[in-house]
């Protein structure tokens, strides 16, 4: 039994450090009840039918909870989640056991291990994921069905704890509160694992693979997480002082908050964040600024929107909390398929191609001219910086610079500066970016988004994983074109999506002359120690073979065969 003190060495999932309290959290149950009775098969299907529509708006909600905690990325895991609860692949095999005599519990549980099995077979680490995905499902769908309550994963005194488990469920890790969670150990787990992935959104820091010497923990021990040194992550069990005095110092050590210097170009490394913690982890983590806030956090969840007051509060506090650094709002981001409770509108057939981001706020004047009056009166006659969402047109961004422009010249007082900027986010406006150029001051571009239209896949379709990369030749030739435009216009480009924190595409973002890339708070620091050894020229060098490629294969045997330092 770990008494004294004892390091356990693995590696990181989520960066960071931590000192808290062990909590132990057993292994949650993967088979049902054998003595629990059995009803007749048209009662169990009635129960499983209910526990699965349960499930599916049980992860419904959380995906919005965590697209305004940790973003879209994160929230999309939940949302994939919610399908696999309606998955006929899953429903009708689970359905079939209870016709059979099994109960709706053991139906479940069966089905979804053998879906996860078949995922998990593929020499893959996205559909090992999913598989995982799958058996959190077929978790979720028994609690609701036995009752039983999930346990909190904090400890009732309020003192940080350190979760200590073999693994965890992705969405046990979602409900985790980052005030009272200093660290994550597991025995198991995978950097590329959706449990990882919703740390690093968290900002909690994670150590996995520690092994078996993991099981001897001891609930209420001391322990230091330190997820500081990639790759290899460490957690002491009783920690000395020489430990503690060495993790003090690392905290106290000020990150530097200006770009990146790589040869002769600086790259700008700011944050994506949706609220004002998430603003102060920016700071803390050593972003120059804030490349994108999701303004929906005040959106959501209610059933009107926010008042002008009550959005520029927010907004003035998000800046107060970066001091003199810039910070780009995103305007409302919602409709389509994110609506908000208080939309009113007919269900579309197609949200995804439907009245959503600009469009939205073209079509509803009076909530984008609240928008746009508390954003200028956040400034409080500073710059004010605004970014429109999924623009496809030049008239749209004509319109909402004429509306900003009247409200301006009210404000009092008036702001120093009036930045317009436009994402990247559908091909027409990456085709389009020289007219765009023209009307817009800066540009974000949105990769998620812009894989998903202009590859017409399903970013969160474990069938497309291959298929909806940033790596697709038309992906990179889009932001080189992109990039190329912009500059001729005196335009700066930043890179707002997953692939700005993928280190197989920083070397490819620098030589094509990407000049910003806005990460989640906890991937700041990971993104400036995969640029500080980068070439810009090496760079260059190499975007320029890759965009001769005209397959993803050819794409990643580029990036393999170049040395970039």
Known sequence: ?????????????????????????????????????VGPPSTERLRLSAALDG????????????????????AAIFEAQALFARDPGIVEPAMRAVDEGLSAIEAILASTDDQAAVLAAV???????????????????????????QPDLWHADGRPAVIVA????????????????????LAAGAPTGHASIVARGLGIALVLGLGAGLAD??????ALVDAGDPPVGRLVVEPDEADLAALSANRSTPQSGSAAPLGDVMVEVTANVGSILEAEAAVRAGATGVGLVRTELLFLGRRTPPSVAEQRNLYARIREAMGDRPVVFRTLDVGGDKPAAWQTDRPESNPALGVRGVRL???????????????????????????LPMVSTVEEVVAVRARLETIVRAAEPAPSAVLLGVMIEVPAAAILADGLAEVADFFS?????????????????????????????????????????????????????????????????????????????????????????????????????????????????????????
Not at 123 to 138: I, K, L
Not at 167 to 172: E, G, I, N
Request: proline share 5%.
């Open 1 to 37: 039994m770990l008494m004294t003190r004892a390091v356990l060495i693995g590696r990181i999932g989520a960066p960071g450090v931590g000192v808290g309290r062990i909590l132990v959290v057993p292994r949650p149950s993967a088979t049902a009840d054998a003595s629990a009775p």
């Open 55 to 74: 499930a599916a708006g049980e992860l419904e909600a959380l995906a919005r909870n965590l697209a305004q905690r940790a973003g879209d990325e994160t």
């Open 123 to 149: 020499d893959d680490e996205y559909f090992r994921a999913r598989a995982a995905d799958v058996r959190d499902v077929g978790r979720r769908v028994a609690g609701i069905l036995t009752g039983a309550p």
């Open 166 to 185: 073999d693994d965890l469920d992705p969405s046990a890790v979602a409900t985790l509160r980052p005030e009272l969670v200093a660290g994550i150990a």
């Open 217 to 222: 923990a001891l609930d209420g021990a001391k």
């Open 361 to 387: 706020g073209l079509a509803r004047p009076s909530l984008l001219d609240d928008q746009l009056s508390a954003l200028v009166g956040a400034a409080d006659g500073g710059e004010a910086r605004i970014m």
């Open 445 to 565: 571009i949105g990769t998620n988004d812009l894989v998903q239209y202009t590859l017409a896949a399903d970013r969160v379709n474990p069938a497309l994983a291959e298929l909806a990369t940033a790596l697709q030749p038309a992906i990179l030739r889009l932001i080189a074109g992109v990039v190329e435009a912009a500059h001729a216009h005196g335009r700066h480009v930043a890179v707002c999506g997953e692939a700005a924190a993928d280190p197989a595409m920083l070397p490819l973002l620098v030589g094509l002359g990407v000049d910003e890339l806005s990460v989640a708070p906890s991937s700041v620091g990971a993104v400036r120690s995969w640029l500080s050894p980068l070439r810009v020229a090496a760079c260059r060098d190499l975007a320029r073979d890759v965009l001769a490629a005209t397959t993803v294969a050819q794409v990643r045997d580029r990036l393999s065969a170049v040395t970039l330092e």
